[in-house]
């Protein structure tokens, strides 16, 4: 964790590129004289006028900036005569003579813009004293002045100023909040170091994207301690609550409220979610005014009306500033309220939550069915504080403990989720309820335990253990057996112990389901592709679909963007890892918000992108050990160190393999990958490739066909080529995947050298998208050609495997780095050839260029030589 790290105080400009373009481009021309600037106080609206002022004066054009307020409303002038300095003797002119106004205001500007163009700002147009308002629009008219005025949403402005405006003539720009990709760069470079990707999302939605409350924020965080470094990465630690200075001006931005809109927002803010039919009946009217306002939001959802305010911080501010027990009172009225009425399974649960957030016992039926009620709509925070309260109010235990125990787990607290599992067995075993539940508890134990050295093992253990006592557990946990098999790259094993579970002729949606969603890994890691894509889809269709679905929709997309990415269809497997991504980190899913970090570094990686690979496997990394998540901190490792040996980076990679235990590198393809590539660019290629083709052999063995093709194709990409092929050829015999088979197309070329083989392999990975595969055998092919003495081929071929890998974020592997390689065109030598290639005669070149007829001619032969052409016209 960094310590004493200051937020720069002067932030960057940031996602508003295009609007800083459009301003001053229209402001040069000679049709555009206002430019207004519009939205929420914040925003960044006085930044992008500040900003565009400062570009024009790059070609001269005097600024003068307008500072309108409040407080100088009343004041004729009050906001112009200090931004144009009169002297003493032009305001007593004034004063005796009003019709004067104009002309002293034009000489002053003339005297400061000393002959220049001028531009002036105006903050807060609306609030301009009307003399002041006057004056400028007058200056605008006579074309003294090109104007940027910013305005608050929701202000109005007088009929005089927007009479001036026309299509031509105005210019109004609604300037939006920051995007999650803006803030995330925005606050890389204000940190000094990479933000989370998951960080910059908790930040922009806390934030809203508004640049004033995101700062706040930062620094409260930062100050707090919620926003710490590691591993070169920020992480975002709990929730942000901003500085004093946010929450007094969120408040100030509140107390024009009268007293029943005020006690409106209270309860908003201390009792959402909350529909229309949950208000007092003497609050319709209040809300008619505060939506007016924009401070609440109003959306139809689920057949029922919803209301929030309209910004997360105001929620924190609002709670910020009640006392507890005004606070503990809205709470219990509002539980009191909602409970009058027939209440559905979500009223029940949020009924819960109030009376659990203002310190009241509730019936433990109640907590006991709003705790199922949390985990069924994947709020595993709250999910967490029921089941210990339900458990206090007496609700059976070892049921409630499990619950417990799995959102912990979802939320990234292996070993404590551990413990209440621990607990939840001993319960259980003391005071037996049903089977079921002694097996959703085994299944939960060993799931937990795969998070754990040896927990794999471990985890079959719990299984096994359970199934003896209770033989009738088979088929249920054959699902968790399976998952675990195939952790232990057993995909044999892992497809084999799913046969007892697969569902009968008369098995409803829900089994087949839930089959589909454990077949589709151990079928894509056995080359079975088709089969596991009609698996995967099968899963999240039933999950998108079903109106009860068996598991949350980001799981099945989990599994499926897993088999796209090892069936080689890697775009839809990004795309969809986004997606997964994003509904992990809405529902505080921290072991899914990592699994997709790590596919889209896996994603990124096999699309020839080292450097984004290595920004999401960082992610992982640093999000591991900031919130304890680690059950994918070692495979992350073990990819990072893989990327940066494809970045040509060996001293780096080796850095970090020294932190993966050497059982892991024993136990795991990818990490042992890493380590014998590692060994090969050290010198010991012969070594290295021997421990590739030998661990390939393995996998092959445990039906593991993915790690086996992707172990032999290693070995081919590092000079084996010849010993792989064959392996990879058997491989494929028995699999539909493109991928497989890409892989086998280029290790046979490698082998042969075929130069239309390795042409064909290149277009392959072109095809699929593997850019830096698909390079690495274009410069194969260039090389081959080269051999054959087919310069222009070799050319051609040399220029198209640069084409693609200029895409590839500088990736240095064998093939590229050893490859035979024509001569380069010097700078000259380039020039000249351009030239030529546009017709110009030597004596036409050589007047441009100033030398010599015959220098031309030298570098033209040259050229001629190294690009394998016979003259101007092939050239």
């Known amino acids: 964790m960094a310590t004493g790290t200051t937020v720069q105080s002067q932030w960057p400009l940031t996602g508003r590129d295009e609007q800083l373009g459009q301003i001053t481009a229209v402001l040069r021309s000679h049709f555009v004289s206002i430019v207004v600037l519009t939205g929420e106080s914040g925003v960044g609206k006085s930044r992008l006028a500040a900003e565009s002022a400062a570009t024009l004066t790059v070609d001269g054009w005097a600024v003068i900036r307008v500072a309108a307020s409040a407080m100088l409303t009343a004041t004729p002038l009050g906001a112009l005569i200090p931004a144009i300095s009169p002297g003493r003797d032009a305001i007593d002119v004034v ?16 005297r400061l813009a000393k002959g220049n163009r001028v531009v002036m700002i105006v903050d807060d147009f609306s609030l301009l004293d009307p003399l002041s308002m006057t004056v400028i629009i007058q200056l605008v008219a006579a074309d003294v002045v090109r104007l940027i005025a910013t ?46 990707h998951r960080t910059a999302v908790a930040l922009h939605e806390r934030s809203g994207g508004n640049v004033l409350f995101l700062r706040e924020l930062v620094i409260g965080a930062v100050q707090d301690e919620q926003l710490q470094e590691h591993d070169g990465v920020w992480q975002l630690l709990g929730k942000p609550l901003g500085t004093p200075a946010l929450h007094d001006l969120i408040r100030t931005r509140l107390q024009h409220l009268n007293a029943p809109q005020t006690a409106l927002i209270e309860r908003l803010a201390v009792c959402h979610p909350l529909t229309i039919d949950d208000l007092p009946a003497d609050a319709r009217g209040s809300l008619v005014a505060l939506e007016h306002a924009g401070l609440v939001i109003v959306e139809e959802r689920r057949g029922r009306t919803w209301l929030a305010l309209s910004h997360p911080q105001y929620d924190e501010s609002v709670r910020g500033s009640m006392s507890r027990l005004a606070t503990v009172d809205l709470l219990i009225d509002q539980a009191a309220l909602v409970s009058e009425r027939a209440m559905t399974p979500e009223d029940e649960l949020r009924v819960a939550l109030w009376r659990l957030d203002a310190g009241v016992e509730s019936d433990p039926d109640i907590l006991f069915r709003a705790t199922h009620l949390a985990v069924l709509g994947g709020d595993h925070p709250r999910a967490e504080h029921l089941a210990a309260a339900a458990i206090d109010a007496g609700a059976p235990p070892a049921e409630m403990l499990l619950l417990q125990g799995q959102a912990i787990w979802t939320l990234g607290r292996i070993s404590e989720a551990l413990a209440i599992l621990d607990r939840a067995a001993l319960e259980d075993e003391a005071k037996p309820t049903t089977v079921r539940l002694t097996g959703q508890i085994a299944a939960a134990r060993a799931s937990v ?38 952790n232990l790259e057993d995909a044999a094993l892992s497809e084999l112990a799913l046969e007892v579970a697969t569902p009968a002729a008369s098995a409803d949606n829900t089994e087949r389901a839930l089959f589909d969603l454990a077949h589709g890994l151990p079928l894509a890691a056995l080359g079975q592709v088709d089969r596991a894509l009609a698996a995967g889809r099968a899963a999240v269709a039933h999950a998108t679909e079903s109106l009860q679905p068996a598991f949350a929709l980001r799981r099945a997309q989990m599994v499926l963007e897993t088999v796209l990415l090892q069936a080689g269809l890697l775009e839809e497997a990004r795309e969809m890892a986004v997606h997964s991504l994003e509904a992990c980190i809405e529902a505080d899913d921290e072991l899914g918000t990592r699994y997709n970090e790590l596919l889209l570094g896996q994603c990124y990686l096999g699309m020839g992108r080292p450097t984004t690979a290595a920004k999401w496997l960082s992610d992982v990394i640093s999000g591991s050990q900031a919130r304890g998540s680690v059950f994918y901190l070692d495979q992350a490792r073990a990819l990072l160190a893989l990327t940066m040996l494809w970045r040509g980076q060996p001293a780096e990679a080796a850095t970090v393999l ?27 290629r012969d070594r290295a490739v021997a421990g590739m083709l030998r661990r390939a052999r393995a996998a092959a063995d445990r039906g593991h066909v993915i790690h086996a093709s992707s172990l032999l194709h290693c070995a081919a990409r590092l000079g084996a080529a010849s010993q792989a092929a064959p392996q990879l050829v058997a491989l494929a015999s028995g699999t539909t995947s493109a991928l497989l088979k890409a892989q086998v197309a280029h290790a046979t070329a490698e082998a042969s050298g075929d130069l239309d083989a390795l042409v064909k392999a290149g277009e392959n990975w072109e095809t699929l998208g593997y850019d830096l595969f698909a ?57 000249i050839a351009a030239l030529a290639a546009q017709g110009l005669s030597s004596l036409e070149i050589a007047k441009r260029l100033q030398v010599s007829p015959r220098t031309v001619n030298n570098h033209l032969h040259a050229a001629y030589s190294k690009l394998g052409v016979r003259g101007r016209n092939e050239l």
Request: with cysteine.
């Open 95 to 110: 004063v005796r003579d009003s019709l004067a106004i104009f002309d002293l205001v034009r000489e002053s500007i003339d």
């Open 151 to 196: 305005v608050p949403s929701g202000e109005s402005l007088p009929d005089a100023f927007v009479s001036m405006w026309t299509d031509d003539s105005a210019l109004v720009l609604e300037v939006q909040p920051l995007t999650i990709e803006d803030c995330e760069t925005l606050l890389n470079s204000v940190l000094g170091a990479r933000v989370a």
């Open 449 to 486: 335990f795969a998070g754990e050295a040896d927990g794999n093992t471990l985890g079959l253990a719990v299984i096994d253990r359970a199934i003896e006592r209770h033989p009738d557990l088979s088929v249920t946990l054959a699902f968790p057996k399976s998952v675990l098999l195939l």
């Open 658 to 684: 020294a932190e993966l235990d050497q059982k892991l590198i024993a136990a795991s393809s990818i990490a042992a990958a890493s380590a014998l590539w590692l060994d090969a660019v050290r010198g010991g």
């Open 775 to 831: 390079g690495e055998a274009f410069v194969s092919a260039s090389a081959a050609a080269r051999r054959g003495h087919n310069s222009r081929m070799a050319v051609s071929l040399q220029n198209r495997a640069d084409d693609i890998l200029a895409k590839c974020e500088g990736a240095a592997t064998p093939l590229l780095q050893f490859a035979e390689r024509g001569e380069r065109l010097t700078g000259r030598e380039r020039e």
